[in-house]
Nanobody
Framework: QVQLVESGGGSVQAGGSLRLSCTVF????????MAWFRQAPGKEREGVAA???????SYTDSVKGRFTIYKDNTNNTLYLQMNSLKPEDTGIYYC???????????????????WGQGTQVTVSS
């Protein structure tokens, strides 16, 4: 049974930084796609950043230049470094994964099979 366990959310003022972590427990496979999604109150879930095993990354336009997604394979943990945070970054952030090859890291939710429980990020102005 694969589990994704997130941590690192919290409250921060605009301009601040947070780093989210997502540790994978259970069986995994060398080929993977992993991503961070977020859902703000009253809005649909959106893909924020994604990464695949060969290193390619994708970002939604609103976070380019501010967020960085990366994976540490030594401890099987996915990270999202978030800098220059804005109030519009507020929401519940979810980690997602699928152990399947992908040439381009997808930002659509239906491309992922496993999801974490979510961690709250609140950015105040």
């Amino acid at each position: 049974q694969v589990q994704l366990v997130e941590s690192g959310g919290g409250s921060v003022q605009a301009g601040g930084s947070l780093r989210l972590s997502c540790t994978v427990f259970g069986y995994t496979y060398p080929s993977y796609r992993m991503a961070w999604f977020r859902q703000a109150p009253g809005k649909e879930r959106e893909g924020v950043a994604a990464i695949v095993n060969h290193g390619s990354t994708s970002y939604t336009d609103s976070v380019k230049g501010r967020f960085t997604i990366y994976k540490d394979n030594t401890n099987n943990t996915l990270y999202l470094q978030m800098n220059s945070l804005k109030p519009e970054d507020t929401g519940i952030y979810y980690c997602a994964a699928r152990w399947e090859y992908s040439a381009i890291p997808p930002l659509r939710g239906n491309e992922y099979a496993y999801w974490g429980q979510g961690t709250q990020v609140t950015v105040s102005s």
